[in-house]
């Protein structure tokens, strides 16, 4: 199969180990991996402060991208639902609003795309650590990804998987509602690394790297960095 | 920023600043989520049972003129005097019209939300009446002279040592911590006014139209009280509040204390058919109730978020909600607060006014996932956003979007936001978390992660 890889622009700009990892896996299992160049902003900014219009002047042209695509796959369960869940809604009543549907249909969120859609969850991969693992709410919610990652970690050789406590409460990220009130978007962030600290793990994994970002700028301002990996960070380990 | 907005800011900062006060909610709102979930288990399916509230409530509100009509028909069958409030200040004149005709001077009052809606208690006490909350929660807070914390447990942001010094303070009674021995203290107030009040004031949880009933939930018994003793009762309730069949009520009410309160069905279930009928011994001698649109009807003619209306104010959105758990409640300034509070205070009062209460929140969804009767909370936040957007745009925002769609999505101009970023990240350290930092709102208290020296793309492109 050909996956087309959509890479968030802050996965390309800050984490681009989680990109490299997805394309040596999906490279691993066989699939042949492209990644449109012109592509790097699902629109997600604008379209949750409720500019439609500019949303979809950002959104538009990664349909036109993934228009061909036989599967696309987004390692962001954020980026993925408004991919998904949303562009379906942001082109209602537009000229693209079939393409936004098809498209919506053909896009995966990377760990629901290697279990649901692939059927895989053994990759050979091995790191012996002690792990938690961090459920971003579009993910969970929008999309409905639990078991998926929890599916794909337990396959792996050496990992300790530490659930955390109120593990689905949010880590108060929220995009543009982090700067937009971050008093209260730090409270819950605070909560939240009080839970995954309490685990004792070494480190917090996520399918959202833009949680890991929140919650490991407060760990790390408090001078208590803690480990973040991407879940493909992970499985490519062997 | 408008006063609200900046009203709430201000608030937000000062309760998330309160670490006791945020370990306090969290612990009691955590209770609460423990207790619902064992009540949940008791269903065949909570997820069916929530579809069937659904449809149940859509049938309802999407018919809710029909509806309205059986329910005033039914309700005058037996004497119940009916009264039509456009808005506040209508419901309002309607009550203190009846109070003057009984010549009434005290009001007993048990727990009712549309009562706060409409800034009740201060038009009566401006009018020269008394009024006493039952609700010991409600008594609490009026005894404080503020608004309800939460729409269902008033004063819970009170320790029992703060009530006791209250009760000291206001009603000259000593008592102990003791929670029983609080609400004796309570209760000797309380009993003298049921039987001296004039009126009896109740809100409603639902209005049956089959049968011409109003439904009252309560924990206390204090309700009751409130209508069986005084002369007359008045009930002022939301239309929305309808439901078509008495049946209804066989999955309402355990729906409603479950997902309320974590009970499986609230301590007292009362329906009010009507007035003392003919050869009846007790019960009040008129009953008034009073319908409430309030801008309810705005929000009906909207087909995109009328199932806003759906809502049974249970307050499952605000207990789950990660926002109201490090705010609290008071800091939203509205009557009800919370996610169902963001959905409508906007359509109840103005759009541009409270249109920062659907922009604090981080969209995380708890809300949609926990509502018993599947209002699509969350999805509305947005939808208000994207409203409030369209109607009045802040034109610094929609230029700096304008200004990001022309750069995310341009490889050329990706590349050097990349390239620029790199270079100014060094100079970035001389700022950071000051005043003059432009990421300030981010690194008063997070880090921010070091750009890449390769980026994905780089990666991508070198390697092809």
């Known amino acids: 199969m050909t996956v087309t890889l959509f890479v968030p622009c802050f996965m390309d700009a800050l984490f681009p180990q989680a990109g490299i990892s997805m394309v040596h896996l999906l490279e691993r299992l066989g699939h042949q991996v492209v990644c449109p160049e012109a592509i790097a902003c699902c629109g997600q900014p604008p379209f949750n402060s409720g500019y439609w219009a500019e949303a979809r002047s950002v959104a538009g042209p990664v349909l036109a991208a993934l228009k061909d695509a036989e599967a696309v796959v987004i390692g962001s369960g954020s980026c993925g639902a408004m991919v998904k869940i949303f562009y379906p809604d942001l082109f209602a009543g537009t000229p693209q609003a079939a393409l936004a549907a098809q498209v919506a249909a053909r896009t995966w969120e990377f760990s629901d ?33 639990k078991a998926a990652p929890r599916a794909l970690l337990g396959k792996v050789r050496g990992l300790e998987l530490i659930e955390m406590k109120e593990a689905e409460t949010c880590c108060g990220f929220g995009g543009t509602f982090a700067t937009k009130f971050p008093a209260i978007s730090t409270a819950m962030g605070e909560g939240k690394c009080h839970s995954v600290l309490e685990t004792g793990a070494e480190y917090l994994v996520s399918n959202d790297l833009s949680c890991l970002m929140h919650i490991h700028g407060l760990l790390s301002r408090q001078g208590r960095p803690l480990k973040i990996l991407h879940l493909a960070e992970v499985l490519v380990q062997q | 920023m408008n006063a609200n907005a900046r009203q709430f800011q201000e608030a937000a900062q000062r309760v998330t600043g309160d670490l006791r006060q945020r370990q306090f909610i969290r612990t009691a709102l955590g209770n609460y989520e423990t207790a619902r979930d064992l009540r949940k288990a008791s269903f065949q399916s909570w997820e069916s049972a929530r579809q069937t509230a659904a449809t149940t409530k859509w049938q309802a509100i999407n018919h809710l003129d029909t509806h309205l009509q059986t329910l005033a028909a039914n309700l005058e069958a037996r004497g119940t005097k009916v009264h039509w409030a456009g808005n506040g200040a209508q419901a309002r004149e309607i009550i203190l019209g009846i109070l003057r005709d009984k010549k009434a001077r005290s009001i007993i009052k048990s727990k009712a939300m549309t009562s706060e809606e409409i800034h009740l208690n201060g038009a009566l006490e401006q009018a020269g009446f008394e009024v006493m909350e039952s609700d010991l929660g409600e008594f609490i807070v009026q005894l404080r002279h503020e608004t309800p914390y939460h729409i269902v447990f008033p004063s819970m942001h009170l320790t029992r040592g703060q009530i006791r010094e209250l009760f000291e303070k206001e009603l000259g009674a000593t008592s102990s911590d003791n929670p029983e021995e609080l609400t004796m203290v309570a209760r000797r107030v309380m009993r003298q006014k049921y039987i001296t009040a004039d009126i009896g004031f109740t809100g409603g949880n639902f209005a049956i139209a089959e049968t011409g009933m109003i439904s009252i939930t309560e924990n206390e018994g204090n309700s009751r009280l409130t209508a069986a003793l005084p002369k007359t009762m008045v009930t002022l309730i939301g239309i929305e509040k309808v439901l078509p069949k008495l049946a209804d009520l066989a999955l309402f009410l355990p729906m409603l204390a479950t997902a309320g309160a974590g009970q499986t069905l609230t301590c007292y279930n009362t329906m009010y058919g009507g007035p003392r009928q003919p050869g009846e011994a007790d019960g009040p001698e008129e009953w008034h109730v009073v319908l409430l649109d309030n801008r309810r009807t705005e929000l009906l003619a909207d087909a995109g978020q009328r199932d806003a209306l759906h809502c049974i104010r249970c307050g499952a959105c605000l207990n789950v909600c990660p926002i109201f758990r490090n705010v609290g409640g008071h800091t939203y ?132």
């Open chain 2, 333 to 464: 300034g509205t009557t009800y607060s919370g996610p169902i509070g963001s959905v409508i205070t906007p359509h109840l009062r103005g759009l541009q006014d409270w249109k920062h209460l659907s922009n604090a929140s981080s969209l995380c969804g708890a809300c949609t996932e926990a509502c018993p009767v599947k209002i699509d909370l969350h999805h509305h936040l947005l939808q208000n956003r994207r409203n409030a957007a369209v109607e009045k745009p802040a034109y610094w925002e929609r230029l700096g979007y304008r200004i990001f769609g022309i750069i995310a999505n341009d490889p050329f101009f990706w590349s050097l936001t990349k390239k620029l970023g790199r270079l100014g990240q060094p100079l970035h350290r001389l700022v950071k978390g000051a005043t003059l930092d432009p990421a300030g709102a981010w690194t008063r208290t997070r880090d921010l992660p070091p750009l890449a020296r390769v980026s994905f793309k780089e990666w991508w492109r070198n390697r092809s």
């Open chain 1, 113 to 145: 795309f290697l279990v649901t859609k692939l059927g895989v969850t053994e990759l050979g991969a091995r790191f012996p650590a002690r792990v938690t693992f961090h459920d971003g709410c579009h993910g969970l919610r929008e999309l409905g990804i």
